[in-house]
């Protein structure tokens, strides 16, 4: 037997293991260390289905970029060989991030196949005609390059006939630019679809709130922690996000009718709208021909986030259940599924059963949270008591490795009545790190807060200790035992997590309260991103980086004029308020500004220095040459350093201490 098959047959073995419960470590708490999952059922088809198909993977695991730094090592999760998991990790999550951490080429039908393991997402490719389709495309252009590599290694060295993104989120449109060169993307000679709205769901999420959930998704998905049995364990839909470079696609057509088929390379697809779902602008994809169906990230190995901990527009979980239900429908003499993240189902029974369980998953939660929401429990409290039925919650693509119950019946409750509980206590919260304060003086000062949650840490609650914690580092982030004892407790609550999000959101606020904010994040004009933006699109981006204080009274109004593009826009502050339209004829102007359209989007999001731009003669100024400057001096730059975990500053930034390793150490 090869090295290669026979390793994977030790670790798929393995992950078939009955999952109990570990021995106590001083690392968790005993109310935590008794958090087991219910007796579970149907490991043993995920492992199957984890590993069928396996073709090859890369000879050298790790994938560089051009500067030969690395992105992403497909071995970062060799350390997982025993079939125990260690005391740090929960047996359930171990179990399912052994089954993600399977990477490679593997072939799904004869013509369908898709690469696993390289990235959060699946790549998948279908042999059509003359090329392949290919089907999300990753989260960055390195891993998507080595993707395709990999697939013309060993499938052939096939054009791309089109490009199918199934939805707005980054890790299924970022990697483009290793699909489609800049050239073919400028020239639109390749088809690449996308679901009606995509374009501008994905520059809300990437770059009107980028800042903020990329800093939100920096906890959600451990980046920095690294990984292994103390660190990340993953994502719990995929490995974790790759370093590299992102990009934004323009689609050459959004598909805007559901159940629209077309035939793209003599293959027929069929699409499946599914606005609201997983994400505001989403497809499901049907091979009709061939008795496939891939549900896109509407169905998973695990279950997801009505509202993901990064931040994002609210799902509608009705709107869920019925795409799944239509698509149960529609597809009925399915035989294979294949989806966006984790591995395939392959039999209709087993497809049939899977998507009814997942469906009812959703629709249990929404259903029961909105019956005890009419009887006027808010959202926390029935977040405390919502559990699965038993026929629902043992089958592991039920369990919480992403999404979670009490997180989904918060969401639940926040998509009808939004986050106030109705107690008027909550109308004008006090500021936390003022809140903090005052409870701290209420409980008797620091010294006492911090004996309370010693206290409460040596009955093993560590949940109500990081609440007094909590209180504490907020009233005073230079408090550096209390942050010291708040970090313990959670990477206690880390190692006890069933859900891999939750796990790396424990130690991100960790790592914080050890060692303090992290650092600025680059302007959002930077890198490929906002190559494909309009005008529109960037002075909507600018207008929420004016500050006040800077712009004051200041009156300015300024004419963009790309060389490129049938656009023109008029640019006016006034009343600390940037407002931007086509402008009125003959209205005066401080400044025309003119040149390609991507050096006018360079210049306004802060990709390319303005006095670069000026003095190559790229841009050039009829006016008032001051005035581009003058706005840009409006502006704020990068985003603040800020972390959850730490008090705001008056400019955003989070108020950092010291840090404090050596109180972690005593």
Known sequence: MPAMIRATAVLFAAALAPVAAPAQSPAQSPAQADARPVEMGGGDADARFAARGFVATRADPVIRDTDGKPVWNLAAYDFMKDDAAPATVHPSLWRHARLLARHGLFRVTDRIYQVRGFDLANLTVVRGARGWIVIDVLSTAETARAAMALVRERLGDRPVSAVVITHSHSDHFGGIDGVLSAAEQRAGTVPVLAPAGFFEEAVSENLVAGPAMQRRASYQFGTGLGIGSRASMGSGIGPALPGGTRGLPRPTREIARDGEEMAIDGVRLRFQLTPGTEAPAEMNVGFPDWKVIDMAENANVTQHNILTPRGAQVRDTRAWVAGLTAAIERNADAEVMIASHG????????????????????????????????????????????????????????????????????????????????????????????????????????????????????????????????????????????????????????????????????????????????????????????????????????????????????????????????????????????????????????????????????????GAPLAELLASGRLTVTGDRAAFRRLAGMLDTAAAPFSPVLPSAPDGASATAAPVEQARRE
């Not at 926040?414 to 004008?428: I, T």
């Open 343 to 606: 591995w395939p189902r392959f039999g209709r029974a087993a497809v049939r059963d899977y998507l009814i369980k997942h469906r009812d998953a959703y629709a249990f939660l929404h259903d029961q949270t909105v019956r005890w929401m009419n009887k006027g429990l808010t959202g926390d409290e029935i977040a405390s008591r919502l559990t699965l039925p038993p026929a629902l919650a043992r089958e592991w693509y039920n369990r919480p490795y992403y999404g979670s119950l009490p997180f989904n019946a918060r969401a639940v409750y926040q998509f009808y009545l939004g986050w106030y509980d109705a107690n008027p206590v909550h109308l004008a919260a006090m500021a936390p790190a003022d809140a903090g304060r005052r409870y701290v003086a209420a409980l008797g000062g620091a010294a006492a807060v911090l004996r309370l949650a010693e206290a409460a840490v040596a009955r093993g609650e560590d949940a109500w200790a990081a609440e007094l914690l909590n209180r504490l580092v907020l009233s005073d982030p230079s408090a550096a035992a209390a942050r010291a004892l708040l970090a313990r407790c959670y990477e206690r609550m880390a190692f006890a997590s069933e859900n891999s999000l939750w796990r790396n959101m424990y130690l991100s606020a960790a790592r914080d309260l050890s060692a303090g904010a992290p650092a600025p994040m680059p302007a959002a004009g930077a890198g490929r991103l906002a190559a494909n933006l309009t005008l529109e699109d960037a002075l909507g981006l600018i207008a929420i980086r004016l500050d006040p204080q800077k712009a004051g009274d200041q009156r300015l109004r300024l004419a963009l004029v790309p060389s490129d593009a049938g656009e023109r826009a008029v640019v006016s502050v006034a009343n600390a308020v940037l407002t931007h339209g086509r402008g009125i004829p003959g209205e005066p102007v401080d400044a025309t500004v003119a040149g390609a359209r991507a050096d006018l989007v360079a210049a306004m999001l802060g």
